[in-house]
């Protein structure tokens, strides 16, 4: 057993840890509510501007901003994967990887698939196994629409130049604080609708038909970029906040075992001491 000045340095310990964890999950607790906030109020405009571009992509022509929609063979591959620039988040990282290792495996063996990470931990690991083209872990210090816009361009033209057959985005969708959802979203070509019924709507356009789409598929692509990113940014700090939580229990738990080791240690110690006196004494007495 380790005596009692061993256990007092790691009772010591601990509890600065918890100060620690419990100090990163208000900060976290903190972030997580603007987090929030943000992709509550942009899922709606974001999930219905997406719906409108796939009803208009099956009506659209290459000269009318198909190129976007054109569904080519695929054999070059481009995987956003989105994930934090921080740990301590639990699985929020490792998670992201895995599906990306998955993703590879499965659905594309035997063809060039290439990485573009947002995501300092995600880019460290997955660039020994797979070919990086960049990293723009810097958009999270600037987590702007604007910042998202430039590469959400710079995907488009790689798409278009016909660097890329096909373009996803691998992200953690943000369900609640304690739960992430990880998705593979396809970013182009844009999906068509998928319908048992076969539904067109009738739409009126003014002034141009060809004006209205070319600014609008860009919008929309850079619009789901931004949501993805949106959501990555709260799912982290829901994550982070509930790993700190269950850091900080643990922390709590494992002290508690401590101290009653110490007070066991002690009063053994005590008790050991208290014997020596007496049998001390009735030595004496004979």
Do not use: W
């Not at 998955?102 to 797979?130: C, H, M, P, S």
């Not at 604007?146 to 943000?174: C, H």
């Not at 692509?221 to 509930?242: C, I, N, V, W, Y």
Request: charged share 25%; net charge neutral.
């Amino acid at each position: 057993m380790a005596n009692l000045k061993e256990i007092r340095n790691r009772i010591t310990s601990i509890g600065s840890t918890m100060k620690i964890t419990s100090a990163m999950k208000m900060v976290s607790a903190a972030k997580l509510k603007k987090a929030q906030d943000a992709i509550t109020a942009m899922r709606p405009y974001s999930n219905k501007l997406t719906e409108l571009l796939q009803n208009l992509s099956a009506t659209l022509d290459a000269d009318a901003g198909g190129v976007y929609s054109e569904q080519r063979s695929v054999s070059k591959v481009l995987l956003v994967v989105i994930t934090s620039n921080r740990g301590l988040c639990g699985g929020f990282n490792s998670n992201i990887i895995k599906e990306t290792q998955k993703v590879v495996a499965e659905q594309y063996q035997g063809k060039q698939v290439d990485l573009l990470t947002i995501g300092k931990k995600g880019n460290d690991i997955l660039k020994r196994d797979f070919a990086v083209i960049d990293n723009k872990s810097e958009i999270f210090d600037a987590l702007t629409f604007e910042n998202v816009a430039k590469v959400a361009d710079s995907l488009m033209e790689l798409f278009v130049a016909g660097s890329y057959d096909k373009i996803e985005v691998i992200y953690n969708s943000f369900k609640n604080a304690a739960t992430q959802l990880v998705q593979v979203e396809q970013f182009l070509p844009i999906k068509p609708v998928e319908s048992d019924a076969n539904v067109s709507a009738d739409y009126i356009f003014e002034p141009q038909k060809e004006e209205i789409i070319s600014a609008l598929i860009p919008k929309s692509l850079k619009t789901q970029l931004f949501k993805a990113l949106r959501d990555s940014f709260a799912s982290e700090h829901g994550a982070r906040m509930t790993a700190m939580h269950k850091a900080t229990d643990n922390a709590n738990d494992l002290r508690n075992d401590l101290l009653l080791t110490y007070n066991k240690a002690r009063q053994a110690a005590i008790t050991n001491e208290i014997l020596e006196i007496v049998g001390g004494a009735e030595a004496l007495n004979n």
